[in-house]
């Protein structure tokens, strides 16, 4: 190397000043690794309260009963044709479809219509229910009146109320034009289901228990008042091949609570159907349609459950003043 070579090489080497260390810069990286490492935790801790809360919600609304799917709310009307949900039949009517071929459901399901009872016959049937059980009524939180057996709940038990009605010499309180309505509501729902369900009409015959209920946020008194467990009516009732109900009064305006529920066990949902005046839903009555009613929480809530058989051994008359023992 050249001896200019060497003194422009001193020249530089002496022209750089000795970078050093210093305590101040030493802390600053210790203080901004602590805020680096404080700034992860806080992250890793947001995480994991994010996944424990999406967990919680998942368990929460996840469950079979908080699974839930409105088929008819009670501030939408349902005009025209009605609307159904078509389930897969359960077994419990193989035999009877060879007794009763043209009769026991081949299509199982359910459907909800607010065209079929108008709003001047379901106030009518309100009224009748209200003159009914104004001479009787549970205890507890559960009320019926039957008007083909006659009986009224009473306390913790139960009263004929034609035979209530002659002691009361209340003989009236029930008109011919009552049962005029009640007789063509019911024919009115018979051709209904006989439709919907592909099934001749002829062969469809109205069975009892068929009742007005009133049901409140009362405690229960007995066994009769607990009308919120789940159940299957054919179960209860072996003659049942289809039930129906009229809703008499209006969820959220005259009561809250007593929502009716499927328990659809192939879609893992609860089917909800909100109740309003005038509503009619009716469902194949097997193992297909386990249902139960939600407890009222607050009012009152009145329907009538119309029931039907496809057997005629177990077939009911209509009501009717004349035949009752009054």
């Excluded at 949900?85 to 909800?112: H, T, W």
């Excluded at 009224?152 to 034609?162: E, G, K, R």
């Excluded at 010499?169 to 289901?193: C, W």
């Excluded at 109740?275 to 139960?292: D, I, M, Q, V």
């Amino acid at each position: 190397m050249s001896s200019q070579a060497l003194n422009r090489r001193k020249i530089a080497t002496n022209n750089k000043e000795p970078q050093t260390v210093t305590n101040s810069d030493r802390q600053h990286v210790v203080n901004d690794r602590t805020r680096s490492g404080s700034l992860i935790k806080q992250m890793m801790s947001r995480i994991a309260l994010t996944v424990t809360i999406l967990v919680v919600v998942y368990y929460i609304t996840g469950t079979d009963d908080h699974k839930e799917l409105v088929m008819a709310s009670a501030s939408e009307s349902i005009p025209g044709s009605p609307k159904g949900q078509q389930v897969i039949c359960s077994n419990d009517y193989n035999e009877d479809r060879q007794r009763f071929g043209s009769c026991a459901p081949k299509l199982c399901g359910r459907f909800v219509s607010d065209a079929v009872v108008t709003e001047s016959e379901a106030k009518h049937l309100l009224s009748v229910a209200k003159k009914g059980l104004s001479l009787g009524g549970s205890s507890g939180s559960a009320s019926i009146l039957d008007l083909h057996s006659g009986a009224l709940s009473m306390d913790t038990n139960f009263v004929n109320i034609y035979k209530l009605m002659k002691k009361m010499s209340k003989e009236d309180i029930f008109t011919d034009k009552d049962f005029e309505i009640y007789r063509t509501v019911k024919n009115k729902i018979l051709q209904t289901i006989a439709i919907h369900f592909g099934i001749s009409g002829q062969h469809l015959f109205l069975t009892d228990p068929t009742f007005f209920s009133r049901l409140t946020s009362e405690a229960a008194k007995t066994k009769h008042d607990e009308y919120w467990h789940k159940h299957i009516d054919k179960n209860t009732y072996k003659s049942f091949h289809f039930t129906s109900l009229v809703y008499l009064s209006t969820y959220g305006r005259d009561f809250t609570g007593g929502r009716f529920v499927f328990i659809d066990k192939t879609i893992q949902k609860n089917i909800t159907i909100e109740p309003k005046l005038g509503r009619l839903s009716a469902f194949t009555s097997g193992s297909e349609n386990e249902h139960y009613v939600e407890r009222v929480t607050s009012g009152t809530r009145f329907a009538i459950t119309v029931s039907f058989t496809c057997d005629p051994k177990y077939a009911i008359s209509d009501p009717m003043i004349a035949t009752n023992n009054i």
